[in-house]
């Protein structure tokens, strides 16, 4: 029987591979009991393959790794009694309505007649669901669609809920719904484990974030470590003209030796000044130039500069 004290995930060295390629090479992770912990990471980066060994839907070819205190290999029965996972896409059956999916799971999982629809309603009401419950699923918006997939997860309350990239495709509104949603499972002691690609929500959500990269942890630790990890000092600095912006990421690049990231929008530039002193003599560079500021600051690292910093790539 697990302890209160041990880790609610546990994993030295876990190694996953595909043929020649490495999707999980050798990651550690230690997951606190009651703590939303983000895996942040591009596309292929190993996040859903990490994920889909430690809810025992994939085998490990190497290290070793307990959930709730119980071995992936040796007790994968105990440790599914324990968690309970939504994936990337809603598995619903869209021709019920939202109650019959519900009511269905529970009696899947040994709720009998009036218990199931108890426990059914109870989960429509907790997920804002309520109004919606006797409409077919196939009639729900995407954020309806996944507040419910994220309530069949929870018929049964998990000790650790895996989360692959919960908030994909949803619009702002659904997506900061989903976020209370957890926020409120990890404050009622539920484990929480999610994937993202994300910058903004693992910064939001998550006590601690671990960035993998090509099946590898290249960092972990909470989001300021991870900012200061990669320096305190940022220079922003934004074009008047963006047909310049070549020009100015060369001559910031020159000036300041570090490498220059370009904003998703408008004619931004981000890059590491190590003083202050040295981002003035940048910024007296760009005015001799003749290249025009709209605007400039100095700052801490975006989640997103850390993610460049540590990986030579956006997540997007």
């Known amino acids: 029987m697990s302890r209160p004290h041990t880790p609610a995930i546990h994993a030295r060295g876990l190694l996953k591979r595909f043929g020649e390629m490495r999707a999980v090479d050798g990651i550690d992770l230690d997951v606190p009991r009651g703590m939303i912990f983000a895996i942040l990471g591009p596309n292929g980066a190993g996040k859903t393959t990490l994920m889909r060994m430690l809810a025992t839907l994939a085998s490990p070819d190497g290290g070793s790794a307990s959930v709730l205190g119980h071995d992936l290999v040796s007790a994968p029965q105990a440790v599914r009694a324990g968690i309970a996972m939504t994936g990337q896409f809603a598995s619903l059956d869209e021709d019920l309505t939202g109650r019959e999916n519900l009511v269905l799971l529970a009696r899947l999982w040994g709720f009998r007649g009036r218990t199931s629809r108890e426990r059914a309603d109870e989960l429509l009401a907790a997920f804002d669901l309520s109004d919606a419950a006797t409409k077919q699923v196939k009639d729900y918006s995407g954020g309806m669609r996944r507040r419910l997939d994220i309530a069949a997860s929870l018929v049964v309350t998990?000790?650790?809920?895996?989360?692959?990239?919960?908030?994909?495709?949803l619009d702002p509104v659904a997506r900061q719904s989903v976020w209370r949603m957890i926020r409120g499972l990890a404050g009622s002691g539920v484990t929480v484990l999610l994937t993202t690609q994300y910058l903004d929500e693992a910064d939001q959500l998550a006590a601690r974030i671990a960035v993998i990269d090509h099946g590898k942890k290249i960092a972990e630790?909470?989001?300021?470590?991870?900012?200061?990890?990669?320096?305190?000092g940022f220079l922003h600095v934004a074009l008047a003209d963006p047909a310049r912006i070549e020009e100015a990421a060369a001559l910031l690049e020159r000036r300041l030796q570090a490498t220059v990231q370009r904003g998703v929008e408008g004619a931004m530039l981000s890059v590491v000044a190590k003083t202050s002193r040295d981002a003035n003599e940048a910024l007296a560079a760009l005015l001799a130039a003749g290249i025009e500021l709209a605007d400039f600051s100095m700052g801490s690292p975006s989640l997103d500069e850390v993610f460049f910093a540590l990986t030579g790539k956006k997540t997007s």
């Open 221 to 232: 630790g909470t989001s300021r470590e991870l900012k200061v990890s990669v320096g305190s």
């Open 158 to 169: 998990p000790g650790v809920l895996f989360l692959d990239e919960p908030t994909t495709g």
